[in-house]
């Protein structure tokens, strides 16, 4: 499965950006749990949230817990990151990834644990 990341930009401190990550190569898209990850400049990269095949669960770090939600739309084979009060320590390029399971969210916080990756978008916030 090949994916592309979208939405990033500019925003200011306190706004609002929508990323979207958009599957292609293969049908069975509701097979895949799907994350969102991010790197800032000089940081390692970082989980920040998952959902699940169902879109039923999701898992999100506490950086991020209460402003941002996942969502996922599989009839467009792509899934949403809503972010929200965003701090200028959301600036990174954010990642998403997927790996095919039906396994629950909680056991997959690491990149190691994803097979397919999508070039990054950049969100800067500032101040």
């Known amino acids: 499965v090949q994916l592309q990341a979208s939405g990033g930009g500019l925003v200011q401190a306190g706004g609002s950006l929508r990323l979207s990550c958009a599957a292609s190569?293969?049908?069975?898209?509701?097979?895949?749990?799907v994350a969102w990850f991010r790197q800032a400049p000089g940081k390692e990269r970082e989980f920040v949230a998952n959902?699940?095949?169902?879109?039923?669960?999701?898992i999100y770090a506490d950086s991020v817990r209460g402003r941002c939600a996942m969502s996922r739309d599989d009839a467009r084979n792509t899934v949403y990151l809503q972010m929200n009060s965003l701090k200028s320590e959301d600036t990174a390029v954010y990642y998403c990834?997927?790996?095919?399971?039906?396994?629950?969210?909680?056991?997959?916080?690491?990149?190691?644990?994803?097979?397919?990756w999508g070039p990054g978008t950049q969100v800067t916030v500032s101040s």
């Open positions: 959902i699940n095949c169902s879109g039923s669960s999701s």
């Open positions: 990834a997927a790996r095919r399971t039906r396994n629950s969210p909680s056991f997959y916080f690491s990149d190691r644990g994803f097979d397919y």
């Open positions: 190569g293969d049908t069975f898209f509701s097979d895949y749990l």
